[in-house]
């Protein structure tokens, strides 16, 4: 018996992987990207009420009509179009599934897509699902600017589609508007579909707001839009994402999600009504306790010695570990990062696994920091008492 030649091309998540060995470690886990604080009890509350009141069968394929409602409400004002619930609004299973359906619709065996990396490690798999080629991108080390030029080197009469996650997982940037404006010239120069993954849009800092790059005119009738509420709502085990589309493009990735998944959990569905519909407080709380964490995670990293860059958006930071005063310094990222959950209890991610691009990601891990302050506390006293 055989497998497909196309898992040949990747394997299961390191970063899932890195949460199985915290596990068998005891480690404090700031590899995989969920809070350990809990989901705001009204959204909690809304799940319990739809399934104690029968919402617990097949919904609608693309999604509970109050919420299609909703989403298409917030994203007519957020695009600048008429988002309609009905032709445009699709509830998917997570962002992962939002991904893999949009790229399957729109890709032909033999395409290329372009992908930034560090990249998210569902992004080239989902290339290869559909029998298309992930070309990747760099973003180089510090800064991790993304350079126009640079996309205009990876373009082949192939290029059909760009593949564009912002805020940025595992970087931490948000994209400014010169960033954006040459990703505008390189999709409307090669006729490209923009397909954006922004999961991490309510978590920003220092008083930046998101903008959609498929609200801007040039980009609005080529762009797929993705999120999701997994980690704005500390909910990422609920699996609830959405896209929104143009009709041209969401009919195919209706009926790929209709025989992927079916449907999202209805009650779940249900419950996500009350998590959109939140006050503004809860956002403005949320964000004050995020810049909490930020600070505490880059004060820790600091004293224990590691280089790190500042954040703008998500809750991750990329530290390099080489001047550490330890003769693990000088191992891979994978070493590091066993060594990091085996013997300093706290778990990480290697972070050359956010790339398949040769020599990049040396000397770097992932930290992940939505956490508690005491738990990010608790890491850090492990951190010192290893690593100094």
Not at 84 to 94: L, S
Not at 255 to 269: N, S
Not at 313 to 325: E, F, H, R
Request: aromatic share 8%; with cysteine; charged share 20%.
């Amino acid at each position: 018996m055989q497998t497909s030649q196309r898992l040949n091309l990747f394997r299961e998540s390191v970063i899932r992987d890195m949460t199985r060995l915290a596990l068998k470690h005891n480690a404090i886990n700031l590899s995989q990207g969920f809070p350990d604080f809990d989901t705001p009890a009204p959204v909690k509350e809304a799940a319990v009420q739809a399934i104690e009141s029968g919402l617990n069968q097949y919904a609608i394929t693309w999604g509970y009509p109050p919420l299609r409602e909703k989403l298409a409400e917030l994203y007519t004002q957020r695009l600048g179009w008429e988002v309609h619930p009905d032709k445009h609004v699709t509830v998917t299973c997570g962002v992962s599934e939002g991904i893999i359906t949009s790229v399957q619709s729109i890709l032909n065996p033999g395409d290329e897509i372009l992908i930034l990396e560090p990249a998210h490690d569902n992004f080239r798999p989902s290339a290869f699902i559909a029998n298309a080629v992930p070309v990747s991108v760099a973003l180089d080390a510090p800064d991790y600017r993304l350079d126009a030029a640079k996309l205009r080197a990876a373009i082949t009469p192939k290029t059909k589609a760009m593949l564009l996650n912002t805020p940025h997982n595992p970087t931490g940037r948000v994209f400014d508007s010169e960033e954006i404006a040459g990703v505008i010239e390189v999709v409307l120069e090669n006729d490209l579909v923009l397909i954006t993954d922004e999961i991490y849009d309510r978590i920003l800092y220092d008083g930046r707001i998101h903008q959609s790059p498929g609200s801007l005119a040039p980009l609005k009738d080529r762009t797929i839009t993705i999120g999701g509420l997994g980690k704005t709502f500390a909910m990422t085990g609920w699996r609830l994402g959405y896209v929104i589309a143009p009709e041209q493009f969401a009919l195919g990735i209706r009926t790929l999600h209709d025989f992927t998944t079916i449907c999202a959990a209805t009650p779940l569905q249900a419950a996500a009504v009350a998590a959109l519909s939140m006050p503004e407080s809860f956002f403005e709380e949320s964000t004050r306790a995020y810049h909490q964490r930020r600070a505490l995670m880059l004060e820790i990293l600091a004293e224990a010695g590691f280089q790190a860059s500042t954040p703008q958006g998500a809750y991750y930071i990329m530290a390099d570990y080489s001047q550490l005063p330890i003769p693990q310094a000088s191992l891979t990222p994978t070493e590091f990062a066993y060594f990091m959950a085996s013997d300093v209890g706290v778990a990480v991610v290697p972070g050359d696994s956010f790339y398949s691009l040769e020599g990049y990601g040396r000397s770097s891990i992932r930290f992940a920091y939505p956490k508690k302050l005491t738990t990010l506390e608790q890491a850090g006293e492990r951190l010192l008492a290893r690593l100094k």
